[in-house]
């Protein structure tokens, strides 16, 4: 088609995909409109590329990276490392799989943001906080398991309650009402143990062997590239 080869395995896909649709098996005339389509296809295709639609069509540029980014990562999309990798990809990233065993903390609770804010000072201030504040009981006093720590203040409260410093104090709204959390203590974070996390570490090792793939693969297109850059 205008010098652009359709190939046989391109038109075995083809076939292949419509009788995956198709209930009954193919003919002959059924093989004809499958070739048909490909070569009209191939002209839709060239016209829009001769017509400039690759560099002005948002939807046709980003249907072009979307297929290349895909193409570039599928590999990595489906490693499949041996267990000795994939531990050492486990050891190398704590951080990702470490979870907080529980937490201290006093919680306050008023109706007025004003007032919490007043609160929140005088705590970060190190003062006697006012009588008025009303703390919320049914938290336990001491370290709490963050699981536990969700059925009192929710899942959003104690998840930023869990990235807050030790002795550092927030205020947070709950409905209608505000709570005021102080973090009295944290107990050291926790290494999850390898098998219970295996599937997230098998994700997170594909996820950036893809992003590395992408990188080299977009920095070897830059250094054979022209590329002139003005600042805006």
Known sequence: VNDRVISRDEYDRALQRMQIDSRDPLDSADASWVLQ?????????????????AQSELNVRAAIVQSLVASVTAEADAAN?????????YQQNPERYSYLAAIAVDVWTVDDEAFARELLDQLQQGVAIDSRARRLPSVPAGPVPIDKLRDYLGPAITAAAAQMPADSSAIFARQGRWLIVRVVGKQDATLAD???????VLQDYRRDLADRSLRDYLDGLMQQADVTMVSP
């Open 81 to 89: 490392p041996d267990e000795q990798a994939l531990l050492a990809y």
């Open 194 to 200: 390898f098998e219970r996390v295996r599937s997230r």
């Open 37 to 53: 389509r490909l070569v009209e296809e191939e002209l839709l295709v060239q016209r829009g590329l001769a017509l400039g639609m």
